[in-house]
């Protein structure tokens, strides 16, 4: 987003004892309306979706919080949110700071069923919440989202029945499962979960891998009697996993190859879901799907809700996981499952086939699959972090050594990875693009931290001036032009996509950095971390993260359709938090990043036709040159590794009010209508997560269609 953007789309956090209302411009208020300009059928169809998922989250929230009054811990203590209330702020924040640190001395000293009472109603009312909603926001709603979305009624199942004969094509499915040493009910549902299955054509082939236990083979013994699609052979040695999967994998006769561990489930509809995938990507040679986390008890949680295929991501940590399908043949082409890899031979799998395949790589963006959590249960990828994790670290280095590109492979939070690719010979010429107006104060930060605090070797500074008229900023740009600093004037009404236009014409780099004037930097080699990844010639944007003056996260790439049109997500966690599944602490694809700090291929924002300075003058112009570069194939790339702040349009003030209304509402529609359905699918969004607040929580509904139910 331009300078301003994230602020004129910014989220209004509501106090939570107060019913949740959704706030809109007037004019914004009706999107889907008959006579709404340039909106076709079935984006306005999307629309109403979004407003009813909107309808359904205010519903279920406004629930949770009559449940919350209605509660004997909140009637109990309104005294003393009232006595809060009443407080100057300044009192207020010391006092909370007082009560925390005198529960946290006195609270092994009160009964422990008042100490819960304490902990979970007064202290956490009273204590100032850093970010209102936090991470497990979606573990907190995942049981309801469950009954509501992702339970199959009697009805649904014959619905997939009926989907199934209408299939052009009905392909063998080879369920392939490692086992040893597995519990015996354990092993029973991992197989009836197989047997289950709503598609039917599949085989299960199983390798146990010299189990001691008796009831390994009895059982097995007995499923191969009832079932003539289930196959197992019984290795004389114990190989490990590696082994055990090949042998496995040689039992195999399918179209394609479904991996399973010994102690997990599949979802009744998972091979459905596959094979409904492959009818619409029939030359594919890997699929995988959305999966959550299955206690003892039977207990669904810990959902992970997966982007579409982001090569960047992948780097960081195999997010493919479970469940993941592979085209047989494949698998066969790359010699299967490879020994020394154990813990993670799949990632390593993964990494092989996908490097040979031509071909898309399918999201399912549903759970088919659920992972298992007990004591004594884990795969050895869990039982043996440190060997895994190096382990796939060694594949990661031979898949790049494989494109020729020698990389080091850093640890991130002791299980995610960071791919450093190598310096170039030459450092291509960066041409730095900087508008401003006046305020010398930030300016100055901004071009003292390219000069001192960056440390790049070839750095061409452009300063596109838009009617500065204070004399001290006037005599700072001519001091700055004596030095060798570009300076452009741009005169008349701010129109951030014809500033830098203009500057950019003037530039002389091979890269263009948009950069806004209200930023500074925190690490010096910050710049040649978004340059490196330009090796890959499909990479055509970099973006950093941003964090705010107060060290909270202001960027974390961009989400299309997040608030309407596009948004921040996460805004406000704190600067060194993970995320869930480290999707906070890992480079990754994204639709979009700010134009506050955007690092460009000079070649292609040419090509692209630059920023539309005539649509989209002040919000959105970054948004769209990201979706334009896009279509013209080229990959766009957040990193948290290269971290700057941004103090947030100090020099612009808000878009919200008058005239800036009136034209941010007019770009609000030329997006609507020139991107339509792109809007609400960002590929690398998950569709089961909501487009209506910045911090995750799900969809409801989700926007993942069932396909039986077309």
């Known amino acids: 987003m331009t300078a301003e953007t994230a602020e004129a789309m910014g989220t209004r956090l509501q106090d939570p004892r107060q019913p949740v209302e959704v706030i809109a411009p007037r004019e914004l208020q009706d999107p889907t309306a008959p006579d709404a300009p340039g909106l076709d059928s079935d984006y306005v169809d999307l629309l109403r979706q979004e407003l009813e998922e909107a309808q359904s989250k205010i519903a279920v929230l406004n629930s949770e919080l009559d449940e919350i009054r209605q509660s004997i811990t909140w009637r109990a203590t309104q005294p003393l949110r009232a006595l809060s209330d009443l407080l100057p702020f300044g009192l207020r924040q010391h006092a909370h700071g007082t009560f925390r640190a005198a529960y946290r001395t006195l609270r092994y000293h009160i009964p422990r069923r008042i100490r819960s009472i304490l902990g979970s109603s007064i202290l956490s009312f009273l204590l100032p919440m850093r970010r209102i909603g936090a991470p497990d926001r979606i573990q907190r709603e995942y049981g309801r989202w469950i009954r509501n979305f992702d339970t199959l009624s009697d009805v649904d199942r014959a619905q997939v029945r009926a989907d199934v004969a209408r299939f052009k094509s009905l392909p063998i499915i080879s369920v392939v499962m490692p086992v040893y040493e597995t519990p015996v009910e354990i092993l029973r549902e991992a197989i009836d979960s197989v047997v289950n299955q709503l598609y039917p054509h599949w085989e299960l082939c199983v390798a146990d891998d010299a189990s001691k236990a008796p009831h390994v083979r009895k059982l097995l013994d007995a499923y191969m009697q009832q079932d003539g699609r289930i196959k197992c052979s019984f290795r004389e040695s114990n190989g490990h996993i590696s082994a055990a999967s090949n042998s496995a994998l040689a039992l195999a006769t399918g179209d394609y190859v479904a991996l399973l561990d010994h102690d997990d489930v599949l979802s009744e509809h998972a091979l459905y879901m596959v094979v409904e995938a492959i009818q619409r990507h029939p030359d594919a040679d890997v699929f995988y799907s959305d999966e959550d986390k299955l206690s003892a008890a039977g207990k669904r949680s810990d959902p992970h809700f997966k982007p ?86 060694r594949a990661l280095v031979e898949h790049f050594a494989g494109l020729d590109i020698p990389v080091v492979v850093d640890d991130v939070n002791g299980s995610f990875h960071r791919v450093v690719r190598p310096n170039p010979a030459n450092w291509p010429k960066i041409s730095v693009v900087i508008p401003t107006r006046d305020y010398l104060d930030v300016l100055e930060i901004v071009i003292d931290g390219l000069r001192t605090k960056t440390d790049y070797p070839d750095l061409e500074i452009v300063i596109a001036d838009n009617d500065s008229t204070h004399p001290e900023t006037l005599t700072y740009l001519a001091s700055l032009k004596e030095q060798g600093v570009r300076i452009i004037e741009c005169k008349g009404a701010f129109n951030y996509s014809d500033i830098n236009n203009k500057a950019i014409a003037v530039s002389t780099g091979e890269l263009a950095l948009l950069l806004n004037n209200d930023i500074s930097m925190l690490d010096a080699g910050w710049l040649k971390e978004m340059a490196r990844y330009f090796i890959d010639p499909k990479i055509g944007i970099v973006g950093p993260k941003l964090l705010y003056p107060d060290g909270t996260l202001q960027h974390a790439g961009v989400t299309i359709g997040l608030g309407g049109v596009a948004g921040h997500r996460c805004v406000g966690y704190p600067g060194d938090e993970p995320g869930r599944f480290g999707r906070l602490a890992l480079a990754q694809d994204v639709s979009c990043v700010t134009g506050a700090c955007l690092l460009i291929r000079r070649s292609l924002f040419d090509e692209v036709g630059g920023l539309d300075a005539h649509n989209l003058p002040v919000a959105f112009n970054d948004v769209d040159l990201c979706l334009r570069v896009q279509e013209a194939g080229y990959r766009i790339i957040w990193t948290p ?16 009010a008058g005239e800036k209304l009136v034209r941010f509402q007019r770009e609000v529609q030329f997006m609507r209508t020139k991107w339509g359905k792109r809007l609400v699918s960002d590929p690398f969004f998950n569709p089961n997560l909501s487009l209506q607040t910045i911090i995750p929580s799900l969809a409801h509904p989700p926007r993942a269609q069932r396909p039986w139910k077309h």
């Open 641 to 656: 590794y290269a971290v700057l702040t941004h103090h947030e349009s100090k020099s612009r003030g808000s878009d919200l």
């Open 308 to 393: 579409d295929w982001s090569p960047e991501l992948f780097y960081g940590q195999n997010y493919l996981n479970h469940l993941t399908v592979y085209k047989r043949s494949a698998i066969e082409q790359t010699g299967g499952f490879r020994l020394g890899f154990e813990g993670s031979q799949d990632y390593d799998l993964a990494l092989r086939v996908i490097s040979s395949t031509r071909q898309p790589i399918v999201h399912i963006p549903h759970v088919l699959y659920h992972w298992r959590i007990f004591k004594g249960a884990g795969t050895m990828s869990s039982q043996n972090l440190g060997k895994a994790t190096n382990a796939a670290r």
